[in-house]
């Protein structure tokens, strides 16, 4: 009998609701209104990760897309000593509802890791660390490549043994996991919309035990 494929899923749209998180602990940084700075910083995060040539660490991206926040913002911070309370607040940063029961409902099914953009030492912080196997989770640390570049997602699928199905939830994740080619399942959540340009999964699910049962 073949083993089952590994199944990867993003972790900071999939998993953690990032923004709720992340808005919260840049209020509590800065004392300005989290959402709007959350959102600058976020875009910014993004497009650093998309158009850097070479690899530096995700806690670089994250220091200097906040000094671009704090600039389009005007908020007169030190980013650099911020995004080091920043990182360190992952640990608070909420699971989604259903993680606690579907992602138990999904590993009896197969193999389950993670694929996010991101440092080993800042997803270590996090509440789904415990929930996976180390030798699954798939970091842009390890893979040395950030998402939507190709070249993660096919690096993760030679990881996996060369079959992956990937769990995704960002327009940006979809996308790029698509035109890689590797097989997604998207995951849907509040405030996260498919890109029309960027292709349509065969498979789409409300939550992750309905991603459990697509994939049983």
Request: hydrophobic share 45%.
């Amino acid at each position: 009998m073949a083993l089952p494929p590994l199944v990867t899923l993003d972790l900071f749209s999939a998993l953690i609701d990032s923004r709720a998180g992340g808005s919260a602990a840049l209020q509590r940084i800065t004392g300005t209104p989290g959402e709007r700075l959350y959102d600058a910083w976020d875009a910014a995060n993004k497009a650093s990760q998309r158009d850097l040539g070479t690899w530096v660490p995700f806690a670089e991206h994250c220091r200097r897309a906040l000094a671009a926040a704090y600039a389009e913002l005007g908020v007169a911070r030190d980013p650099d000593t911020d995004v080091g309370a920043l990182l360190d607040s992952v640990g608070d940063w909420p699971l989604w509802p259903d993680v606690a029961e579907g992602l138990p409902a999904l590993a009896a099914r197969a193999r389950v890791g993670v694929l996010s953009n991101v440092d080993d030492a800042v997803f270590a912080r996090t509440r789904v660390a415990p929930l996976v196997d180390d030798a699954d989770v798939l970091t842009s640390e390890r893979l040395r490549a950030y998402k939507p570049a190709p070249e993660i997602y096919l690096r993760a699928r030679e990881r996996a043994g060369g079959r992956l199905v990937h769990v995704a939830t960002s327009a940006r994740d979809v996308r790029g996991a698509l035109a890689a080619g590797i097989d997604v399942v998207r995951l849907r959540r509040p405030g996260h919309r498919l890109d029309p340009e960027g292709g349509t999964p065969r498979r789409e699910a409300g939550d992750l035990l309905e991603v459990a049962r697509l994939l049983g």
